[in-house]
């Protein structure tokens, strides 16, 4: 069984740049969802992507947007960057058929994450 | 705006004593709570989660209580060991699991 999978581990940017990550679902996950966690806090809900369409989105601005693939592998883009962008961002994989959870107890499961610096 | 609480932000306890967090929410909507475990460098990972039609669910040394018309619960670890220090995210949804929102996090130690 694999896991979530995301890349790049750690990467470096500067403000104005733009940062693509890019995220591998667990085998058998239909859903992708994206979360930012600023250092010391909670993970913050960005955005969930199900048969390639977005359908949920947290208090994220436009320039975060996302792309779900047919094999359920997902990217992370965000334009612009900003300072306050600096955060790991987790991808996160589960199941849903016909947008319902598939088991009565869903379970995510989370990628060890992207570390983003912005400076 | 914060809709999970959660408290206190760190905790120590010595190893076989009981680790206790609360967290509190605001939306009434919220129909799940998950607990997550998260170690360095690790995403997190679930560990425990209820329903607001329980009042307690437990797995383990790992105990729910939910009080719903408080609109707070809480987890439990019970004989804490030096293996469960890491820090602990309550959660809720509207949505079985999916689009959660997060409380700020307990880093709990456990003192061998």
């Known amino acids: 069984e694999t896991g979530v999978t995301q890349s790049p581990t750690h990467l470096i940017k500067t403000r104005g740049q733009q940062v693509t990550l890019r995220c591998s679902s667990q085998?058998?996950?239909?859903?992708v969802s994206w979360y930012q966690q600023a250092l010391g806090q909670g993970p913050q809900f960005i955005f969930q992507y199900y048969r390639e369409e977005e359908n949920g989105r947290g208090n994220f601005p436009p320039r975060f947007s996302g792309l779900q693939f047919p094999n359920y592998s997902s990217e992370l883009n965000v334009n612009a960057l900003e300072l306050d962008d600096s955060a790991l961002y987790l991808c996160a994989s589960s199941s849903l058929i016909d947008r319902v959870p598939s088991s009565g107890a869903n379970v995510l499961t989370f990628g060890a994450g992207s570390r983003l610096t912005v400076l | 705006q914060q809709q999970v609480k959660q408290s206190p932000q760190s905790l120590i306890v010595q190893k076989g004593g009981i680790s206790i967090i609360n967290c509190a929410y605001e939306?009434?909507?919220?129909?799940?709570f998950p607990w997550y475990q998260q170690f360095p460098g690790k995403g997190p990972a679930l560990l425990i989660a209820?329903?607001?039609?329980?009042s307690e669910k437990k797995e383990g040394r790992f105990t729910i209580s939910f009080n719903k018309s408080a609109k707070q619960f809480s987890l439990h670890i019970m004989d804490s060991q030096p293996g469960d220090s890491a820090t602990y995210f309550c959660a809720a949804s509207m949505w079985a699991g999916n689009m959660l929102t997060f409380g700020g996090g307990t880093r709990l130690m456990v003192k061998p």
């Open positions: 939306n009434t909507a919220f129909d799940y």
């Open positions: 209820i329903r607001p039609d329980v």
């Open positions: 085998s058998g996950h239909n859903t």
